[in-house]
């Protein structure tokens, strides 16, 4: 059975860093952090190959987030820098037992979900 559990998260101004962990139990082949932003529907924001490590960034974050993954504790990152207004969501750890090749970014293409945590970026 696979669980996400995640933690990090919280409120800071623009321009500053937010960092949120995920910690993973059970075999997947792709993780990935998505969010939801007030109003608007899930969308991906980045994601990485548990075999191989390679990462994948939707447009509007690439350049100032970086997800990476620590194997020896089984936990996922995504380290947030030079956050922007428009950054504010629920921001989502997923996985999915399947390649990164099948599921992209399209949320509902992962199976397995964490709690969620709020980033709140004030201008």
């Known amino acids: 059975q696979v669980q996400l559990v995640e933690s990090g998260g919280g409120s800071v101004q623009a321009g500053g860093s937010l960092r949120l962990s995920c910690a993973v139990s059970g075999y997947v082949n792709c993780m990935a952090w998505l969010r939801q932003a007030p109003r608007k529907e899930r969308a991906g924001v980045a994601l990485?190959?548990?075999?191989?490590?390679?990462?994948t960034y939707a447009d509007s974050v690439k350049g100032r987030f970086t997800i990476s993954r620590d194997s020896a504790k089984n936990t996922l990152y995504l380290q947030m820098d030079s956050l922007k207004a428009e950054d504010t969501a629920i921001y989502y750890c997923?996985?999915?037992?399947?390649?990164?090749?099948?599921?992209?970014?399209?949320?509902?293409?992962?199976?397995?979900w964490g709690q969620g945590a709020q980033v709140a970026v004030s201008s």
């Open positions: 997923a996985a999915a037992s399947v390649n990164c090749e099948v599921t992209g970014l399209v949320p509902s293409r992962f199976e397995y």
């Open positions: 990485i190959y548990v075999r191989f490590g390679i990462t």
